[in-house]
């Protein structure tokens, strides 16, 4: 975020506030040794590499967009590899060596400015990165002081001032850092050995990308959400268009007719003995999930939709086979969702059947069923046994009015 300042470089140029304010810029990595990596998402499972080249770009974009919407503390930040890993010991020993070949070059007589002339070509190209497009002067003077051929040409005949040029390169940072990072030009400045300065201009140099980079998420943020909610919208029904797996054999089959009964007799074929002793829970849903995949691949292949794969297999014979656990997410849910038509019923006195929750209509005639034997029998249990529900309550409200007073 450009800012206008007195420093050296700082009055040459100016913009108006509405190009600052709408910068909008992708930053380039550069080849410096401090770069960060960049994060990357990671991949969902249980897909091919076709199907996730697809859809990844389509639903990152859609998560970073909302993300920068409704997160009004969202910000770019840097990556750095964990302390002690094998990444950060790499990238150590790697800056080390290069510093060392930098300051051996700058020791020899004649100075060598191999090393430093490549890292003002970096610096440089950085510089230029930070400019808008109103910046014409601004960008004409850092052409004309880092021109790497006159400083080649320099540095060859024993004519090169680099000192100069890098304090050049301070005084446009100066004049392009956001204010909050002028107390680190000023450290910069207070430097007066070469290669530590050199070394020090980086992390300065990444820390205004990150300015810039979070800057120009600020100015998009308003645009963004003008038009989040249709952009939001579109993407997830590309995403869904691409891969529906809301069950495990997709939209294709989940309505032909006769399916879901046929697959409930399986089913209830498989359970008849599931009161009985000798009934292992396991096994038989274990041979659920085969028999499934069996129905399922057999219809797929039958009406002409991509054969049930490997994967989606596993996938179904785990989801079966986990349903045992008491604290399986899908159990849980049935269970709470059963046990709310079944209040809802008692509550309605049978004289209307209450709204079936969601995921329940393949088995609603075997619920209802269930609901009316229960009902029958709550209903004759409060028959037999109301007085002594009624003594029992009453005994406990003037428990509760004696407390009271």
């Known amino acids: 975020m450009p800012k206008d300042s007195d420093k050296p470089g700082g009055g040459e140029d100016r913009t108006d506030s509405s190009e600052q304010s709408h910068s909008k810029r992708v930053w380039r990595g550069t080849p410096s040794p401090h770069r960060g990596n960049t994060p ?6 249980f897909v091919s590499a076709e199907e996730l080249m697809e859809t990844a770009k389509g639903v990152t974009n859609m998560a970073l967009a909302h993300e920068i919407v409704v997160n009004t503390d969202f910000q770019v930040k840097p990556s750095e590899p964990a302390e002690g890993s094998l990444e950060k010991r ?32 970096e610096i440089k190209e950085t510089l230029l990165s930070f400019l808008l497009p109103g910046h014409g002067r601004l960008r004409g003077r850092i052409e004309e002081v880092l021109d790497l051929s006159l400083i080649q040409q320099q540095a060859e005949n024993g004519a090169l001032d680099i000192s100069k040029v890098v304090e050049f390169v ?28 050199l070394k020090a201009i980086f992390p300065v140099m990444d820390k205004m990308k990150l ?19 249709e952009y939001e919208r579109k993407k997830f029904q590309e995403f869904v268009e691409k891969q529906p797996m809301y069950n495990t054999t997709g939209e294709a089959i989940s309505g032909l007719p006769g399916l879901m009964d046929r697959l409930k007799r399986t089913i209830g074929v498989l359970l008849t003995e599931m009161h009985m002793p000798s009934f292992i829970a396991d096994e038989a849903l274990a041979t659920i999930g085969e028999r499934m995949c069996v129905e399922l691949s057999g219809r797929l292949s039958e009406h002409g939709f991509s054969p049930f794969s490997t994967n989606r297999q596993s996938i179904l014979k785990g989801q079966i086979s986990a349903v045992t656990l008491p604290d399986n997410a899908i159990r849980r849910l049935i269970g709470s969702r059963i046990q709310t038509y079944l209040l809802a019923f008692l509550e309605s006195s049978h004289r209307s059947a209450p709204t079936l929750p969601g995921g ?29 529900y009624q003594k029992i309550l009453q005994e406990i409200v003037q428990e509760g009015e004696s407390n009271d007073t």
């Not at 990357?40 to 499972?45: A, D, E, K, L």
Request: hydrophobic letters at 40%.
């Open 360 to 388: 329940l209509a393949p088995v609603s005639k075997e619920l209802e069923e269930i609901a009316m034997k229960f009902g029958r029998l709550v209903h004759f249990n409060k028959l037999v046994y109301s007085p002594f």
């Open 90 to 121: 790499v990238k150590d020993i790697m800056h080390k060596a290069f510093w060392d070949v930098l300051e051996g070059q700058l020791s020899e007589n004649p100075p060598s400015y191999n090393h430093a002339i490549k890292l003002l070509a």
């Open 40 to 45: 990357q998402s990671s991949p969902p499972r």
């Open 211 to 229: 300015d810039m980079a979070n800057f120009a998420v600020s100015s998009i943020r308003p645009h963004l959400l003008q038009q989040s909610v």
């Open 170 to 197: 301070i005084g446009m940072m100066g004049s392009l850092c956001a204010p909050s990072r002028d107390e680190e030009i000023r450290k910069l400045r207070e430097i007066t050995d070469l290669v530590p300065l």
